[in-house]
């Protein structure tokens, strides 16, 4: 499982608009509206790069007002859940 | 339940170190090592704000190498999954 | 109560009428123009981070001529001053 | 009555002792700890101009581990509060 | 005496103009278009506190072309010179 | 008269101390412990290019505690006031 | 063979499109879609300093909807491969 | 094939003999001593993320004189030439 | 003689068309286009300041699609060559 | 010719012993200590890139309290002037 973490900055009026719209894409499994210098915090997990790619390149560029992406790949997760069976990609 | 997502610098030798030291915490569910200008990212979910306090006031300051955090309260959560349920705070 | 402190940048004929604004609002006790690099610096003091999240992500939206946001969440309050009981949330 | 807020960076071992400091100066009416890239906001509530020249240029710099203030002078507060009673000073 | 010293960017054809528009004004004393990342540098002399506060949040914002305001309040001035009888506020 | 504007970062301990230093310097006219994220702004006047050389690149350089300086050359002076016969250099 | 990494920001819509055109430029030989704070990548190796100098100011400004080019010129490369052979310029 | 850009800085005596390490790194493609901000850019090439994890939150981390990484993972490689035959990963 | 180096940011298309409009102007003695986060970097090399300042808040404002300067005055200059002699100023 | 502008910081005590010390190396034709947030601007003019390779990652490097280069390669030179000849590299 490929996961990244997307920090993201909106035109202000479309927070929630957006964080709904990202929330329903397959390969975005959580989104955060946070506080802070960035307005949203999405992840994404999927089962290799290129879907990431498509998703950064592609299906980002769809969604209107949202002006500022910055990924982080995960290299390496760590956590004493089974992160691939519950979120099952 | 309370979600934050903390961006974390840290000694650049110690990083897959603290990352095992932060998923040790009861109260950090996943922790990534990420590309970019972060070396880690971890994710918090506590039942109360009180209970962040401490993650971020108290636990983090005990680990050593840990050099800069940056904790992004998240307002609100938007998911298909149950986080809740499938974290169980 | 959680407190939040949010550091504002606004359109700069408008800092007079959005402090206002946002005095106004039932979640905001004070709110102050201040000197340096930020325009506005309100201090939010509410029951429960939802409404903190109803703050940033809705209340603050509908205010024309706000730039810029970057909540602080308090983690926790020192104070010789009883400000729950003083700001009464 | 002058206000001011100062936002604090701290060497991160230090932040609760630092804070309670900070509570305990007779200028100083709330101290937080934050999200954030701060650490520490402190509202130094003050007689006249010059009390708060002391609190910044003299009384901070005795503080063993404060690494970085940066003083925000309140020009106006706005609040429903009559903050002046509230704080007598 | 009350001293700021305000830092001020303004649209690049309009230095000359607001420079003198900002000497006219009674509580700035002295303007100078400057090298380096600013364009203009003010100071302020005025009695007190609420008069620095109607400079900065009244008069500045009237001034057509003016883009960022970072005003930094004198704690204390150091001088052989009696700046307070030199500039009789 | 060359006057250049000197944007100043010390050592926080030595603030009053480095001030004081600096006011007693024959080319310097001014300085003032200021709010916001300068420690020290000094205002130097003098006959010429050269002596400002002699202030930046000698006369600082000799003064413990001081870490960054960032000079901004006046272009022009804007005044009521006629600052070569009150500085008379 | 001269050999230049050029980190740019593109409007985020036409970084597919803009890529395509980049590679298609007879003197760039790789770009990359990136994570991170950039948005492509491209690596220009031409035979002379004049032909990295058309690049960068002809005809990378024919090209709509790029923002931003900060150009890294290689002063030297390293690598196991024959870099000059493999990319025959 | 998995490429990433590495953005690097280095204590600066140590540019070649650092830019001599990476390129001797099975992973390492080329490596490349630069003009501006950065001191190295190196390319990895790799079969999967895991090696890519491995080269960053491993072997870079053995490097001595290392002291910034800025990893930016290359969703999509746009070039008229065969990478991935050329350098057979 | 009075040098400054001037840092200069351009709208991107207009690069050459700016560059031979600076190196036509007598007080200018060359323009560089340049790798990096600059666009252009001018030097300037004239008699007297007040002629600085002429270049700088006059000229320069009359030259349409130049977004950004950065003066740097130059206080001192250290060359084996005869610097005055060659731009004989 | 290939000519590149390096902007330097230096350790602030030795602005001058640096600048000589640049000056007297054959690639640097100009060294300026200057206003703003430089120390140093160095001019180099020399034959071929592998020349300011040399200097940018060989001789600086051996120039103890130089803290930090920015190396800016010219891609083209605008000047009434003979560059060429005056610099006779």
Same mark, same amino acid.
């Given at each position: 499982?490929v996961?990244a973490?997307?920090l993201?900055?909106?035109q202000r009026?479309?927070?929630?608009?957006?964080a709904?719209q990202l929330?329903?894409m397959?390969?975005i499994?959580?989104?955060?509206?946070?506080?802070?210098?960035?307005? =949203?915090?999405?992840?994404?997990?999927?089962?290799? +790069?290129?879907? %990431? $790619?498509?998703v950064v390149?592609?299906?980002l =560029?769809t969604?209107?007002?949202?002006e500022?992406? +910055?990924?982080l %790949? $995960?290299?390496?997760a760590?956590?004493r859940?089974?992160?691939?069976a519950m979120?099952?990609v």
């Amino acid at each position: 499982m490929v996961t990244a973490i997307i920090l993201i900055n909106v035109q202000r009026q479309k927070v929630n608009q957006i964080a709904e719209q990202l929330a329903d894409m397959e390969q975005i499994t959580e989104v955060f509206s946070v506080s802070g210098q960035y307005d =949203l915090i999405a992840i994404a997990r999927v089962p290799r +790069n290129d879907d %990431l $790619a498509e998703v950064v390149t592609r299906h980002l =560029l769809t969604i209107d007002g949202l002006e500022k992406t +910055n990924t982080l %790949l $995960a290299f390496k997760a760590y956590s004493r859940h089974d992160l691939e069976a519950m979120f099952s990609v």
